[in-house]
């Protein structure tokens, strides 16, 4: 997929715990910084309605994932949140920066797009024996879990998508395996 647009995979460089006890502050790029504290815990990232929550830094390719939220996911819920965020890195990768999302509104499809390659992901992680049918289902349980609620234009300001979106861009990475696919949420594959 890079190859083919001359482009080079790069891993993201790290990845922080925020809301973990015994960890202080986060600090992030001027980007990425939109806190709020509530109930004692930070919440974190493009996304308030669903804090607390886990997300990618485009400003710095790093991973910001919520120790709260993380410590109640069973195996499956953890590999897709991370493998979504995963998602967001290589769409910024290839060329889809926030900037982009925010100029052509197209605030679900860029979140359905990062679902399609949680899916990729899963199902990377299932043919290598590390997840199990359970783990799947509750992969693709968390993602409906989040979504938004049915009528929310995809054009709307941090729209993910109904559930039913993202239960059906989910599978078309995990049904395919192939993160082409990934690409016809913007119509670019």
Not at 5 to 22: A, E, I, S
Not at 99 to 113: G, I, P, S, T
Not at 158 to 171: E, I, L, N, Q
Request: hydrophobic share 35%.
């Amino acid at each position: 997929m890079f190859a083919k647009q001359g482009l080079t995979y790069t891993n993201p460089p790290y990845y922080y715990w925020y809301n973990r006890p015994g960890y202080g502050w986060l600090h992030t790029p001027r980007r990425c910084d939109i806190y709020r504290k509530r109930d004692g815990l930070i919440w974190a990232g493009f996304s308030r309605e669903y804090a607390p929550n886990s997300f990618y830094c485009p400003a710095n390719d790093d991973f910001y994932f919520d120790w709260s939220l993380w410590k109640t996911l069973r195996r499956g819920a953890a590999v897709v949140v991370a493998g979504h965020e995963w998602g967001h890195h290589v769409q910024h990768l290839l060329g889809w920066p926030e900037r982009d999302r925010v100029r052509r509104r197209m605030y679900a499809n860029y979140e359905l797009m990062a679902d399609c390659y949680a899916g990729v992901f899963v199902r990377h992680e299932r043919d290598l024996g590390e997840l199990t049918a359970v783990d799947v289902n509750d992969a693709r349980r968390l993602l409906e879990l989040f979504g938004d609620v049915e009528r929310i234009p995809w054009s709307k300001a941090r729209s993910h998508g109904s559930c039913a979106d993202r239960r059906k861009w989910f599978a078309r990475g995990y049904g395919t395996g192939d993160p082409q696919a990934c690409a016809k949420v913007f119509g670019r594959a």
